[in-house]
């Protein structure tokens, strides 16, 4: 497995378990959350693997870690937002 795999799976990972713990704060947030992260991962990972001809992989591969890390950032504000909401009250 090559370096940028691992960190691609470790994003995947991340934004996985930052979607499970939204489910605390906003059930209905995670759900879906949880659902578009399987959608494009699915789509993205299989593009990656099975449609990565002539240096076509290095696309997948930006396009699935960028929507993730973009994910990633949405899921961190949100969960800021509800952690301060709920100190405040």
Do not use: Q
Request: glycine content about 4%.
């Amino acid at each position: 497995m090559r370096l940028e795999d691992s960190f691609l799976y470790l994003s995947l990972l991340l934004t996985l378990v930052l979607c499970i713990n939204a489910f605390r704060y906003n059930k209905t947030f995670s759900i879906v959350n949880t659902g578009v992260l399987l959608l494009y991962g699915i789509y993205f990972l299989y593009a990656l693997f099975f449609n990565s001809e002539y240096g076509g992989s290095l696309v997948w591969w930006f396009y699935l870690i960028s929507l993730t890390w973009v994910h990633i950032i949405i899921l961190v504000v949100h969960l800021f937002k509800n952690i301060f909401r709920r100190k405040k009250k």
